[in-house]
């Protein structure tokens, strides 16, 4: 080999070294969320178009997402969920007393849904919801067998899953137009889950120290932790309970708003809550019980029935259940006991 030859291999050795060592620092350098991608408006395919994620499969998220838990979570078959708030860099969240948190445009909230632990753990679903120009839009996504991709899922999809308790379950993931049945007030689409009073405090002081929230929210009260619901009063434990998980649906201007039930934590009124109230359409869903809630008689009240039932028609809730949450019923229970 002559000293030419050498030359030039070493110095296309050192171009293809170079090349491979600024591929990977690319790879390992997240590009920026896509507000495009939040914005635009389209039914975007694919979840990594938006950029979410630093790395999608281990639920990394990018800068400006933030991971976020809530205090009392919404029961779903037992999956584990991965919350995260997107804000656009130079844009701040609002407190609203309590309540929700108010999101700019280009905001978006991403919920994904996993079942099994450590190197078992399995992503099932991602669901987004975009803060757009013209409101609130609800994307769903299916991830894929590789765990790589998710790609959305305007129809839905039925999967097979395990349950924490190894139950085995065709668990739903909601088609685009169902996302409205949860998300739904007033006739329009809202996020359900950020609200001040199910956020710790520590986590909204980092937001303001952040800059992302512009003051710590004015409440006095917080809804529990679920793991230390045992430690709070029946009552608060009960409350918070049917807060996140039934309210959504069942308050005024929502899609259950019909059934005369108002389960929201604020709500204070015994009768809007259920107790000693004849339910307004309840069918067979009553299962031959006359009041919602009965004073000391759970095994009597309409409320506990459909919470212990998976019958179509009757379990409540009606959507993101296959399984009975057996921790909530009892939780109802209690606070139904001592009332």
Request: proline share 6%; glycine share 10%; aromatic share 6%.
């Amino acid at each position: 080999m002559t000293a030419k030859q050498i030359i030039g291999g070493w110095i296309l050795g050192a171009a293809l070294t170079a090349a491979a060592a600024a591929m990977a620092a690319a790879k390992d350098t997240p590009m920026p969320v896509s507000e495009a991608a939040v914005l635009d408006g389209r039914l975007v395919r694919n979840l990594s178009e938006f950029g979410f994620f630093a790395n999608a499969r281990a639920q990394v998220p990018n800068v400006d997402v933030t991971a976020y838990r809530l205090n009392t979570p919404l029961y779903s078959d037992g999956a584990e969920k991965l919350r995260f708030l997107y804000l656009p860099a130079g844009t701040v969240a609002a407190a609203q007393g309590e309540g929700l948190l108010s999101l700019p445009v280009g905001a978006a909230l991403i919920k994904t849904f996993a079942f099994g632990a450590g190197d078992q753990r399995r992503l099932i679903e991602t669901r987004v919801l975009l803060h757009r120009a013209d409101g609130w839009t609800a994307l769903p996504y299916r991830w894929n067998d590789q765990q790589t991709e998710a790609v959305l899922a305007v129809a839905g999809a039925r999967i097979a899953v395990v349950t924490p308790q190894g139950q085995e379950i065709s668990y739903r993931i909601p088609n685009k137009n169902q996302c409205k049945e949860c998300h739904g007030l007033n006739g329009e689409v809202v996020p359900i889950g950020p609200k001040a009073r199910n956020l710790s405090h520590d986590w909204l002081g980092g937001m303001i120290a952040a800059g992302k929230l512009d003051a710590m929210p004015d409440h006095a009260a917080q809804l529990p932790l679920w793991e230390a619901q045992a430690q709070a009063s029946p009552k608060a434990a009960a409350r918070a309970y049917l807060d996140v998980n039934c309210a959504h649906c069942h308050q005024p201007g929502a899609t259950a708003s019909n059934s005369g039930l108002d389960l929201r934590w604020e709500q204070h009124d015994r009768q809007a809550l259920g107790i000693g109230k004849r339910p307004v359409a309840a069918g067979r869903g009553s299962g031959g019980h006359l009041f919602d809630i009965v004073p000391g008689k759970p095994e009597e009240s309409i409320l506990v029935h459909r919470m212990n039932n998976l019958d179509p028609g009757v379990a409540m809730p009606e959507l993101g259940k296959s399984t009975i949450d057996d921790e909530g019923v009892i939780v109802v229970e209690r606070w139904i006991e001592g009332l």
